[in-house]
């Protein structure tokens, strides 16, 4: 087939056979069903509702019948399990197969797939395969009530502009949408639903990857996306022993250590401290801007944080456009005064 051939099972008169909105519900390792999925369960709600549709959830895993409760009382009203050991661990191949059998048997008109590296890797591959289009690292979500039109928006052009991406020839539209940008729907304790069960004919010995052995990576401090506090430093901090300040004033205040992502590129910190466009969306009580010059790129990922708190030298700098309280002045000499101020305190 030719790109931007409509392959056959997809033509457009048939996407009256395409209804309801879909959630693909993400296992975190702890075994519970991941935040994002909890999150897209109210986006995918909202839609559902705009189109007089159901909202389905898709649960793939091993011993995962279970969950089915949580993602009733966060509002789906059916869901379908494959429950298998064949699916213990994410692997692209058996969970792409499992929802492709699903789709292709039931026809959603939307699915949704949280952007974790999970959501994005099976979304990709899905849409090749089906083939249909695929939003990338959604932050606003719509539908058009009439025509079903899914009006998937994200940050695009280095995020000076919101692009909403269109889906026009293929049924499912399908989108990643970044965590905590979407709001979870206050659950209902005891809200049920059907469970449909579902399998697909496959054997340990016809997958093509092996799981050989699990190395977990061990992250000493709390995760950003998780943390209530977080202390965020830029390239002002002007060399790696100069970001140990970034450390200093975490371990005081119990916070995450956030980045920027000239911080990142430059070796200073890890890519899972990136905040922004290309890194981690973050909304903690309590943000600390510090040496960042508050890039566009980087104000998409925190400017949600409750209390913003910037410190830069240069009055000039965009990130105090954006602060709640900012601090004008050189962080060498203003962290360590905050330091010594809170051991006193
Ligand atoms: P700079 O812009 O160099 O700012 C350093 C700041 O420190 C300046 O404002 C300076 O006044 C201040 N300063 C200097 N010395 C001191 C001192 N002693 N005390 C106090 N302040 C001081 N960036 C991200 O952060 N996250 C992303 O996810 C991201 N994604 C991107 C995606 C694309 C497609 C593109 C094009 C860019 C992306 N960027 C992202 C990069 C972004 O555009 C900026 O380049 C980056 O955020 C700048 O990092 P910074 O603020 O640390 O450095």
Redesign the pocket.
Known sequence: MSPGEKPEKNEKNLFEDYRGVWVFIEVNKDGKVAPVSLELLGAGKRLAEKRKTELAGVLIGSQVKQLAGTVFEYGADTLYVYDDPIFKHYRTETFMRALLACTEKYKPEIILYGATSTGKDLASAVATDLPTGLTADTTILDVEEDTGLLLASRPAF??NIMATILCKKYRPQMATVRPKVMKALIPEPGRTGTVIAESIPLREEDVRTKVLEIVRETIKRARIDEADIIVA??????SPA?FQLIHQLADTLGAAVG??????EAGWIGHHH??????VTVTPKIYFA?????????L??MQNSGLIIA????PA???FQACHYGIV????E?VPALIEAWNKA
């Open positions: 280095g995020g430093g830029g390239k002002g901090l002007g100069g980045a920027s992502r000239d911080v990142v990136q905040v922004g466009q290309t890194g510090i040496g960042i010059s508050g890039a566009i790129q980087h998409v990922g410190i830069n030298k240069d700098a965009p990130i002045g050189d962080a060498f203003i």
